[in-house]
């Protein structure tokens, strides 16, 4: 065999396997650049958080609340988006009648009748099924309003059990226990009060305790009663302005 045969040049195989190593790191350098110019490129350009200084004819003044109180037209559109039911049906305003005495305490001993004292969860006019909350919400989720009959919707949020606080006036279940097969409550709760206020006209401070009672609009909203009715219930913050009763409304 001659020293010029092809078999016999070294190096042959090394030379290809370093071709091949070229051509990766070079496609690896390549992918790199390419990540990293994109990357750049899509970066989201930082923000300065220094003020924009806008001129004084653009900032609107505040309106005294002298004003809010003898000027109803100036709520917002949307004052009653916080009360949309969940079909997404808005409430009809309703514009507070004007009531006397005998009306007031009408409302008032409507209320006591469908409590077992004052304070106590309102009990159930009519027969419900028992098994979930689904029956319940169907009327009380969304304020509906059948007749002369309005289902308010609950003070506080949704729960899954109803009928652990609120119980009905008649049994529904077979074998129900008379009305008067229990014995009468002697507990007294506190009977209801205006709310006082530190000076002639401040916001009346809230004569009940706010537990389970955190939406405001069940009873004071455009669907509550007359006499207790607010004439503001678009805002949203109602402890903003009225504070809880320090002694009515006691927290350990």
């Given at each position: 065999?001659?020293?010029d045969?092809?078999?016999?040049?070294?190096?042959?195989?090394?030379s290809?396997?370093?071709?091949?190593l070229a051509?990766?790191?070079g496609i690896?350098?390549?992918?790199?650049?390419?990540?990293?110019s994109?990357q750049?490129?899509?970066?989201a350009?930082?923000?300065?958080?220094?003020?924009?200084?806008?001129?004084?004819?653009?900032?609107?003044?505040?309106?005294?609340?002298r004003?809010?109180?003898e000027?109803?037209?100036?709520?917002?559109?949307?004052?009653?988006?916080?009360?949309?039911t969940?079909?997404?049906?808005?409430p009809v305003e309703?514009?507070?009648?004007?009531?006397?005495?005998?009306?007031?305490?009408?409302?008032?001993?409507?209320?006591?009748s469908r409590?077992?004292?004052?304070g106590?969860?309102?009990?159930i006019?009519?027969?419900v099924?028992?098994?979930?909350?689904?029956?319940?919400l169907?009327c009380?989720?969304?304020?509906?309003e059948?007749?002369?009959?309005?289902a308010?919707?609950?003070?506080?949020?949704?729960?899954?059990?109803?009928?652990q606080?609120h119980?009905?006036?008649e049994?529904?279940?077979?074998?129900?226990?008379?009305?008067?097969a229990?014995p009468?409550?002697?507990?007294?709760?506190?009977?209801?009060?205006?709310?006082?206020?530190?000076?002639?006209g401040?916001?009346?401070?809230?004569?009940?305790?706010?537990?389970?009672?955190?939406?405001?609009?069940?009873?004071?909203?455009?669907?509550?009663?007359?006499?207790?009715r607010t004439?503001?219930?678009?805002?949203?913050?109602?402890?903003?302005c009225?504070?809880?009763?320090?002694?009515?409304?006691?927290?350990?």
């Amino acid at each position: 065999m001659s020293p010029d045969s092809p078999t016999s040049q070294p190096g042959g195989s090394g030379s290809s396997l370093w071709v091949a190593l070229a051509a990766v790191v070079g496609i690896s350098f390549v992918g790199f650049a390419a990540g990293t110019s994109t990357q750049a490129a899509t970066s989201a350009p930082t923000r300065s958080l220094a003020p924009k200084a806008s001129s004084p004819e653009t900032i609107q003044a505040a309106r005294p609340y002298r004003e809010l109180r003898e000027t109803h037209g100036s709520a917002p559109r949307n004052f009653l988006d916080h009360t949309l039911t969940p079909s997404g049906q808005e409430p009809v305003e309703v514009t507070p009648d004007v009531l006397d005495a005998a009306a007031i305490a009408n409302v008032v001993a409507e209320r006591v009748s469908r409590r077992a004292y004052d304070g106590a969860p309102p009990t159930i006019p009519h027969a419900v099924h028992q098994q979930d909350a689904s029956a319940c919400l169907a009327c009380h989720g969304r304020a509906l309003e059948i007749g002369n009959l309005r289902a308010n919707f609950p003070s506080h949020h949704p729960m899954s059990s109803c009928n652990q606080c609120h119980v009905p006036n008649e049994s529904p279940v077979p074998g129900g226990l008379l009305p008067n097969a229990l014995p009468v409550a002697q507990f007294e709760g506190l009977p209801p009060k205006r709310g006082e206020r530190a000076w002639g006209g401040a916001p009346p401070v809230i004569p009940h305790p706010t537990f389970l009672r955190e939406r405001c609009m069940s009873c004071h909203g455009p669907t509550g009663n007359d006499p207790i009715r607010t004439s503001h219930p678009w805002r949203q913050s109602c402890t903003q302005c009225h504070a809880p009763d320090a002694e009515r409304d006691q927290h350990p």
